[in-house]
DNA sequence: GGCAGTCTAAACAATA
DNA sequence: GTATTGTTTAGACTGC
């Protein structure tokens, strides 16, 4: 993904140190993701500093809490809880308690975040329930996640909306029958460019130059913590794919499948195979046919290389302690149901089980139920294979990216005192 | 300078 | 009629 930040002149005149301040901030309210009350968000010390640039890929916390991926949790929905803060040059320990979300930068609400709308569309996106969200929700959660939408132009609204119809890492899904158009449409993330996204929000706040914020968005933090911080995108890939596994590979093809995604699925046909032929793949899906043209926002070349993780999962074998990774509603559902459970939408309550717990199941899909039921029993069987082969394979990657990464920390961290000392 | 990615603004249509 | 939502287009900016 390209510059995203110090677009305007407005933005430009934010000044670093005040955007890095932001983005911290900002991290705090993204730690809190997992919507909890403030009283039980951890605090963190945060120290800033302008080499904070080194210390962000200084792993000294690492060896020294040589446990961390204890701390390494999985929020109800399946999202990592893990604390995006620690001190950046502090006793290089990530510092997990509940004040680390308190004490919110006041320059967060006049300093713009350094994610870009998509990114932020995607953060409100992933942290809902639903794993969907109307726009106006999208709305609320990055008011609340970040206050200088509060008192930006209300210009912003209408670039989510932009965000939402032209990105293709979006798609619309109908609340309920008949509103096929207007308002009310729920938000999701297309899982094929989930990667995307996550990449994306790795680059961003750290090797975003013209950023000028240190600030570790919480996904990057998140990587950290599972000691992927320094890992090249092979095993940021590694890490993906275990949250990916959190999406459903059935509710990928239900998703797939969705009559009302296929006007952006037109628009790039990458996702019109079926979800579980598409995992099997080899081939990435083909990008954007002209992706001057479709205003794809960076999404082009994340669908192969989500392919590419999925692949190099599934020819792996299994290792026991990466479930540790996998959201206990994983393990309890391999249905994949995670995130559809609707607690906000009264449509969804409409739309029952014959969603299969998805939520907001299209038409079409419902209009294939009656004498699908076998075939959706198969389907689903075949799924539950899939995805438990999945996450095998996942944490058997992982499994070795931590190791990798584990030895590659220690040699980087003492290259990185070693110069320290020197330049003292 | 070209390109890609992103942001902003505006206009318009559809819907609640 | 108004507000909201969704789509589309155009222009601008920035970094590579």
Same mark, same amino acid.
């Given at each position: 993904?390209?510059?995203?930040?110090?677009?305007?002149?407005?933005?430009?005149?934010?000044?670093?140190?005040?955007?890095? @301040?932001?983005?911290?901030?900002?991290?705090?309210?993204?730690?809190?993701?997992?919507?909890?009350?403030? /009283?039980?968000?951890?605090?963190?010390?945060?120290?800033?500093?302008?080499?904070?640039?080194?210390?962000?890929?200084?792993?000294?916390?690492?060896?020294?809490?040589?446990?961390?991926?204890?701390?390494?949790?999985?929020?109800?929905?399946? +999202?990592?809880?893990?604390?995006?803060?620690?001190?950046?040059?502090?006793?290089?320990?990530?510092?997990?308690?509940?004040?680390? !979300?308190?004490?919110?930068?006041?320059?967060? /609400?006049?300093?713009?975040?350094?994610?870009? @709308?998509? =990114?932020?569309?995607?953060? /409100?996106?992933?942290?809902?329930?639903?794993?969907?969200?109307?726009?106006?929700?999208?709305?609320?959660?990055?008011?609340?996640?970040?206050?200088?939408?509060?008192?930006?132009?209300?210009?912003?609204?209408?670039?989510?909306?932009?965000?939402?119809?032209?990105?293709?890492? +979006? $798609?619309?899904?109908?609340?309920?029958?008949?509103?096929?158009?207007?308002?009310?449409? =729920?938000?999701?993330?297309?899982?094929?460019?989930?990667?995307?996204?996550?990449?994306?929000?790795?680059?961003?706040?750290?090797?975003?130059?013209?950023?000028?914020?240190?600030?570790?968005?919480?996904?990057?933090?998140?990587?950290?913590?599972?000691?992927?911080?320094?890992?090249?995108?092979?095993?940021?890939?590694? /890490?993906?794919?275990?949250?990916?596994?959190?999406?459903?590979?059935?509710?990928?093809?239900?998703?797939?499948?969705?009559?009302?995604?296929?006007?952006?699925?037109?628009?790039?046909?990458?996702?019109?195979?079926?979800?579980?032929?598409?995992?099997?793949?080899?081939?990435?899906?083909?990008?954007?046919?002209?992706?001057?043209?479709?205003?794809? !926002?960076?999404?082009?070349?994340?669908?192969?290389?989500?392919?590419?993780?999925?692949?190099?999962?599934?020819?792996?074998?299994?290792?026991?302690?990466? !479930?540790? @990774?996998?959201?206990?509603?994983?393990?309890?559902?391999?249905?994949?149901?995670?995130?559809?459970?609707?607690?906000?939408?009264?449509?969804?309550?409409?739309?029952?089980?014959?969603?299969?717990?998805?939520?907001?199941?299209?038409?079409?899909?419902?209009?294939?139920?009656?004498?699908? $039921?076998?075939?959706?029993?198969?389907?689903? $069987?075949?799924?539950?294979?899939?995805?438990?082969?999945?996450?095998?394979?996942?944490?058997?990657?992982?499994?070795?990216?931590?190791?990798?990464?584990?030895?590659?920390?220690?040699?980087?961290?003492?290259?990185?005192?070693?110069?320290?000392?020197?330049?003292?």
């Amino acid at each position: 993904m390209g510059p995203v930040i110090g677009m305007t002149p407005d933005k430009r005149a934010e000044t670093p140190g005040a955007e890095k @301040f932001a983005g911290l901030n900002q991290i705090y309210k993204m730690g809190s993701l997992p919507e909890v009350g403030d /009283a039980a968000r951890p605090k963190a010390t945060l120290v800033g500093t302008d080499s904070a640039d080194d210390e962000l890929t200084n792993l000294n916390w690492l060896h020294e809490n040589s446990n961390l991926l204890t701390n390494f949790r999985l929020g109800s929905e399946g +999202f990592p809880m893990v604390s995006p803060l620690y001190d950046i040059e502090g006793d290089d320990v990530p510092v997990f308690g509940p004040s680390c !979300y308190q004490n919110p930068e006041k320059k967060s /609400a006049t300093s713009k975040p350094p994610y870009s @709308f998509s =990114l932020l569309i995607y953060m /409100a996106i992933e942290h809902s329930p639903n794993k969907c969200l109307p726009v106006k929700e999208i709305y609320s959660w990055i008011l609340d996640r970040f206050p200088y939408f509060a008192t930006a132009p209300t210009g912003w609204k209408n670039s989510v909306r932009h965000n939402l119809s032209l990105n293709k890492c +979006f $798609q619309k899904v109908e609340r309920s029958h008949g509103k096929v158009n207007g308002k009310g449409s =729920l938000w999701c993330v297309d899982p094929e460019y989930k990667p995307n996204l996550m990449q994306a929000l790795k680059k961003q706040p750290f090797s975003s130059p013209q950023s000028g914020s240190l600030s570790p968005h919480y996904l990057s933090s998140v990587l950290k913590q599972s000691q992927v911080q320094t890992l090249k995108e092979s095993d940021i890939d590694a /890490a993906t794919a275990m949250i990916l596994l959190n999406t459903s590979i059935e509710q990928e093809i239900l998703e797939c499948e969705k009559p009302s995604l296929q006007k952006k699925r037109g628009y790039s046909s990458a996702f019109s195979a079926p979800g579980a032929v598409r995992l099997q793949e080899s081939h990435p899906p083909a990008a954007s046919i002209d992706p001057k043209a479709d205003h794809n !926002y960076s999404a082009n070349s994340m669908a192969a290389q989500r392919c590419a993780s999925r692949a190099s999962v599934s020819s792996l074998s299994s290792v026991d302690e990466v !479930y540790e @990774f996998i959201p206990k509603s994983s393990h309890v559902g391999s249905d994949g149901s995670e995130g559809f459970h609707s607690d906000e939408d009264t449509d969804a309550e409409d739309e029952d089980d014959r969603l299969g717990d998805s939520g907001y199941a299209p038409q079409a899909h419902e209009d294939s139920a009656p004498e699908g $039921q076998p075939g959706k029993k198969k389907r689903k $069987q075949s799924c539950q294979e899939i995805d438990e082969e999945l996450k095998e394979a996942a944490g058997s990657l992982l499994h070795l990216a931590g190791i990798r990464t584990c030895l590659g920390s220690l040699i980087s961290t003492a290259k990185a005192q070693s110069q320290k000392h020197r330049k003292k």
